[in-house]
């Protein structure tokens, strides 16, 4: 198991809802598909086709 953050309880259930509406296995899975799409445009040179194979290789896109 990896570093782990603390959100506050209000935060968590909105998470929660969101990954179960958006498919996600679980609530970490979609915390982690947001942090890796919101830095992948601070990255310099990231395309959207790097952003895609990322995400494919996450198992986010067929």
């Known amino acids: 198991m990896g570093p782990s953050i603390k959100l506050n309880k209000a935060l968590w259930s909105r998470v929660k809802l969101c990954a ?3 498919g996600y296995d679980s609530p970490e899975a979609f915390i982690e598909h947001l942090l890796e799409r919101e830095l992948a445009k601070l990255e310099p040179g990231a395309s959207d086709d790097d952003i895609a194979r990322k ?3 996450l198992g986010y896109l067929d």
């Open 20 to 22: 179960e509406a958006g």
């Open 55 to 57: 995400l494919q290789g």
